[in-house]
């Protein structure tokens, strides 16, 4: 299941530049808003699904090498965390569905890590 | 106490369709996209090309195709373009017995060109549009000054990576063997950075430096994924909870990293309870943002091999982090005969 698919699958909004998500093929997911729990518990490659939309998620984003995050309940990243997102190659989605939903969806998926 | 290690999933390894996909692809798929934008036409283009006149006979044509080892000549009357004859033509041509009859009577008179200042995109989307093999490129002043093929496109952008990759590999390379180049009884890299209190649009920015100059030293993977958590918590610290922010040091020794940070207010009461998972003094505001979780400290200590913290209520703070380097193996390897970058270029 690549990055394009779920994007697909789950109507994901695709808030950064649109960069080759066919070619990146997320390892698992990670759900929090507490920003500690996601630097301990969010591997290189996996998916963060959080309500969190302020700039420091893009940090936390960068420092653990997720493949994306998903913004859910459409929390509203301002442009300044959009641009810092693009800098970094961080990518941002973004949701109207709340993060339960999102996982079951993702782990309906394979998304099982 | 080192983190609890895990042997990655197969599907972690592999990618869910047994095909292994690393960052540096996707890196690098990214990368071809940037200089699909990046590189110019007329950085890939063949400049030097043969030409055609109108009047040339085909014969003479298929004589300069098949020397020169191309299947099409840009035709040329007074210095201007006036057609492009391609092999396909000739192909046409020689159907009918017909090679004595001059270039103008099959060449197609409707040339569709590249500006020598677009990006190779543009040739991309053209090649793929029209189904064709070969443009012309010209100049401001619509002046022929080379061709592009897809093969051009490609060894480009082929070109482009290598050197790329070639500059980080010498950054590496030149950073990895610090250590073992310079020459001391104790050789520390220091680095140091200053954290603005309440500066959250600043938030992790030193972290990340941090993680940018151990990769290119060569650190452990799971050495830096430890120091970056254990910095990362470190510096928000400094921005959530200090009166007038601190200093954020890493100092880097072949056998261990040792973080610091040092504040001046307001200070700790009680040690032990900022030790306690979920114990927090932040701010309803903080916590909103996700912070203050009462994790900080407790992912410092999972993270370090020794953590020292030191605090008088009123005059400051002093934190002390460690993490030994087992085998002192910066660079990843120990030096071997094929250590030298290559520098042919």
């Given at each position: 299941m690549n990055l394009q698919q779920i994007i697909d699958q789950l109507n994901l909004?695709?808030?950064?530049?649109?960069?080759?998500?066919?070619?990146?093929?997320?390892?698992?997911?990670?759900?929090?808003?507490?920003?500690?729990c996601v630097m301990a518990g969010a591997k290189k490659?996996?998916?963060w699904i959080t309500l969190q939309a302020h700039l420091n998620i893009v940090a936390v984003a960068a420092l653990t090498e997720v493949a994306a995050i998903i913004v859910t309940e459409n929390a509203q990243p301002d442009p300044a965390s959009i641009a810092k997102a693009n800098e970094q190659g961080v990518i941002l989605l973004s949701t109207p569905l709340p993060t339960y939903e999102v996982n079951g969806k993702l782990w309906e998926l394979g998304i099982r890590n | 106490m080192p983190p609890p290690t895990r042997t990655p999933t197969e599907q972690e390894v592999h990618g869910r369709h047994g095909r292994h996909i690393t960052d540096q692809d996707a890196h690098e798929i990214n990368r071809v996209e940037e200089l699909s934008y990046d590189l110019k036409i007329r950085d890939v283009m063949t400049a030097e090309v043969q030409t055609a006149t109108p009047e040339m006979p085909l014969s003479k044509i298929l004589e300069i195709l098949r020397?020169?080892?191309?299947?099409g000549l840009p035709v040329l009357e007074d210095g201007n373009l006036v057609g492009i004859l391609s092999i396909e033509d000739i192909v046409r041509a020689m159907?009918?017995?017909?090679l004595s009859s001059p270039t103008s009577q099959y060449m197609t008179h409707k040339v569709v060109t590249v500006a020598s200042y677009d990006s190779i995109v543009k040739a991309m989307s053209i090649f793929t549009e029209k189904s064709?093999?070969?443009?012309?490129?010209i100049d401001e002043n619509h002046k022929l000054v080379g061709m592009i093929t897809k093969g051009d496109i490609t060894r480009g952008i082929l070109v482009a990576l290598q050197k790329?990759?070639?500059?980080?590999?010498?950054?590496?390379y030149r950073a990895s063997h610090l250590f073992e180049d310079i020459i001391s009884e104790r050789t520390t890299l220091v680095l140091r950075y200053t954290i603005k209190a309440g500066d959250f649009t600043q938030g992790g920015k030193a972290s990340s430096h941090i993680k940018r100059a151990l990769v290119r030293l060569g650190a452990d993977p799971q050495i830096i994924r430890r120091c970056c958590i254990a910095v990362y918590e470190a510096e928000m610290n400094l921005i959530i909870h200090t009166t007038n922010?601190?200093?954020l040091k890493l100092e880097v020794e072949p056998h261990r990293i040792t973080m610091s940070t040092t504040d001046n207010g307001p200070g700790i009461a009680d040690i032990?309870?900022?030790?306690?998972?979920?114990?927090?003094?932040?701010?309803?505001?903080?916590?909103?943002?996700g912070f203050g979780a009462g994790m900080g400290l407790v992912n410092m200590k999972r993270c370090a091999d020794t953590i020292d913290l030191n605090s008088t209520v009123g005059e400051g703070t002093k934190l002390t982090m460690r993490i030994f380097i087992p085998n002192q193996t910066f660079g990843g390897r120990r030096k071997g005969p094929n250590d030298e970058p290559s520098t042919n270029h």
């Amino acid at each position: 299941m690549n990055l394009q698919q779920i994007i697909d699958q789950l109507n994901l909004t695709v808030l950064t530049e649109a960069r080759g998500f066919a070619s990146i093929a997320p390892t698992g997911g990670y759900s929090s808003d507490l920003l500690s729990c996601v630097m301990a518990g969010a591997k290189k490659g996996f998916i963060w699904i959080t309500l969190q939309a302020h700039l420091n998620i893009v940090a936390v984003a960068a420092l653990t090498e997720v493949a994306a995050i998903i913004v859910t309940e459409n929390a509203q990243p301002d442009p300044a965390s959009i641009a810092k997102a693009n800098e970094q190659g961080v990518i941002l989605l973004s949701t109207p569905l709340p993060t339960y939903e999102v996982n079951g969806k993702l782990w309906e998926l394979g998304i099982r890590n | 106490m080192p983190p609890p290690t895990r042997t990655p999933t197969e599907q972690e390894v592999h990618g869910r369709h047994g095909r292994h996909i690393t960052d540096q692809d996707a890196h690098e798929i990214n990368r071809v996209e940037e200089l699909s934008y990046d590189l110019k036409i007329r950085d890939v283009m063949t400049a030097e090309v043969q030409t055609a006149t109108p009047e040339m006979p085909l014969s003479k044509i298929l004589e300069i195709l098949r020397i020169n080892r191309v299947s099409g000549l840009p035709v040329l009357e007074d210095g201007n373009l006036v057609g492009i004859l391609s092999i396909e033509d000739i192909v046409r041509a020689m159907e009918k017995n017909d090679l004595s009859s001059p270039t103008s009577q099959y060449m197609t008179h409707k040339v569709v060109t590249v500006a020598s200042y677009d990006s190779i995109v543009k040739a991309m989307s053209i090649f793929t549009e029209k189904s064709l093999g070969r443009l012309p490129v010209i100049d401001e002043n619509h002046k022929l000054v080379g061709m592009i093929t897809k093969g051009d496109i490609t060894r480009g952008i082929l070109v482009a990576l290598q050197k790329d990759y070639k500059e980080e590999e010498v950054r590496r390379y030149r950073a990895s063997h610090l250590f073992e180049d310079i020459i001391s009884e104790r050789t520390t890299l220091v680095l140091r950075y200053t954290i603005k209190a309440g500066d959250f649009t600043q938030g992790g920015k030193a972290s990340s430096h941090i993680k940018r100059a151990l990769v290119r030293l060569g650190a452990d993977p799971q050495i830096i994924r430890r120091c970056c958590i254990a910095v990362y918590e470190a510096e928000m610290n400094l921005i959530i909870h200090t009166t007038n922010g601190g200093i954020l040091k890493l100092e880097v020794e072949p056998h261990r990293i040792t973080m610091s940070t040092t504040d001046n207010g307001p200070g700790i009461a009680d040690i032990a309870q900022v030790f306690q998972p979920g114990y927090s003094t932040a701010t309803e505001q903080v916590r909103e943002m996700g912070f203050g979780a009462g994790m900080g400290l407790v992912n410092m200590k999972r993270c370090a091999d020794t953590i020292d913290l030191n605090s008088t209520v009123g005059e400051g703070t002093k934190l002390t982090m460690r993490i030994f380097i087992p085998n002192q193996t910066f660079g990843g390897r120990r030096k071997g005969p094929n250590d030298e970058p290559s520098t042919n270029h």
